[in-house]
């Protein structure tokens, strides 16, 4: 199968917040988020696609930011985003939602169901300009890191006392308390589970660190109810090899956060930028339905 995200260029840039340029693509020199400064100045502003996999038949969860050549455009209002299918049809505009609070890159959701394969267009206004941008719709079927409906799975992760021949367990500093119990057993649990793919120190950005400040932020809220896991990308700091449980999942890019019943299926999937009040939601939705 094709890479998942070959078509993703995201246009950010050198202040550090390269967002997964070290991690977006496990075990790849070439990053997904790469600077285009053939034609564009420094006051150039371009509409990217920040969330990673679409498919069909299911409600999506699309992900837009604003960025110039040095960073990120902090965006203080929503914009409506009008979306137009593969045939040139606009399938309408909405008002996205603009998150920003705990993450560098303000991004604007929207939440659709599409109902055919291909490359989309999300266009908004922005400053008296249309700004554009394409992402792909994929068959299902042809998807293999879990989506809504699908269960997680069932593979050993590293913990505080088996690290599963990965080291460290965790990147952050310090370590986060997310690593005591492997991902096949906290299944066997049978509570819901939020699990989220992310190595905040090899990822070199503004984003990958934050998002899991971000759900930590929830676990005492949430922790009672939901078992929280954090598994690392990588098998060490050289972050040329990635750890079983990634390949396991079939991820080509990090962060994602997976969020389970208790049943194990899947019930939401936040992949790349998520802020505070995006996790605390998706939360609250997981345990109402638990």
């Known amino acids: 199968?094709?890479?998942?995200?070959?078509?993703?260029?995201?246009?950010?840039?050198?202040?550090?917040?390269?967002?997964?340029?070290?991690?977006?693509?496990?075990?790849?020199?070439?990053?997904?988020?790469?600077?285009?400064?053939?034609?564009?100045?420094?006051?150039?502003?371009?509409?990217?696609?920040?969330?990673?996999?679409?498919?069909?038949?299911?409600?999506?969860?699309?992900?837009?930011?604003?960025?110039?050549?040095?960073g990120p455009e902090v965006l203080r209002e929503p914009l409506d985003v009008t979306i137009t299918d593969p045939d040139g049809k606009k399938l309408g505009t909405v008002r996205g939602e603009l998150h920003a609070d705990g993450i560098p890159l303000p991004y604007l959701l929207v939440r659709r169901r599409f109902?055919?394969?291909?490359?989309?267009?999300?266009?908004?206004?922005?400053?008296?300009?249309?700004?554009?941008?394409?992402?792909?719709?994929?068959?299902?079927?042809?998807?293999q890191v879990p989506v809504p409906g699908r269960p997680l799975i069932a593979t050993p992760t590293p913990t505080v006392a088996d690290g599963r021949g990965v080291s460290p367990?965790?990147?952050?500093?310090?370590?986060?308390?997310?690593?005591?119990?492997?991902?096949?057993?906290?299944?066997?649990?049978?509570?819901p589970m939020a699990v989220l793919f992310s190595t905040p120190a090899l990822c070199k950005s503004q984003l990958c660190g934050p998002v899991l400040e971000n759900?930590?932020?929830?676990?005492?809220?949430?922790?009672?109810?939901?078992r929280f896991l954090h598994v690392e990308i990588y098998t060490d700091t050289?972050?040329?090899?990635?750890?079983?449980?990634?390949?396991?999942?079939?991820?080509?890019?990090?962060?994602?956060?997976?969020?389970?019943g208790a049943d194990g299926v899947v019930r939401e999937r936040l992949d790349n930028a998520f802020d505070r009040a995006e996790a605390k939601a998706a939360l609250e939705r997981l345990v109402a339905a638990s």
């Open 115 to 143: 109902d055919r394969t291909g490359v989309y267009e999300a266009a908004v206004r922005y400053n008296g300009r249309t700004l554009e941008t394409t992402f792909t719709v994929e068959d299902p079927a042809r998807v």
């Open 238 to 260: 050289s972050g040329k090899t990635t750890a079983p449980a990634v390949q396991a999942y079939h991820l080509e890019s990090e962060p994602f956060l997976f969020l389970a």
């Open 1 to 70: 199968m094709p890479s998942l995200f070959d078509r993703r260029s995201f246009l950010l840039a050198s202040a550090g917040l390269v967002a997964a340029a070290a991690c977006n693509r496990p075990g790849s020199d070439r990053p997904d988020i790469e600077v285009e400064s053939e034609d564009s100045g420094p006051s150039d502003v371009a509409l990217v696609t920040a969330s990673y996999v679409h498919v069909t038949g299911l409600d999506e969860r699309l992900t837009l930011a604003l960025v110039r050549d040095n």
């Open 169 to 191: 367990i965790c990147t952050r500093d310090p370590v986060c308390p997310l690593h005591d119990v492997s991902l096949d057993a906290a299944l066997a649990e049978r509570r």
């Open 215 to 226: 759900l930590l932020s929830q676990h005492a809220a949430f922790g009672s109810r939901v």
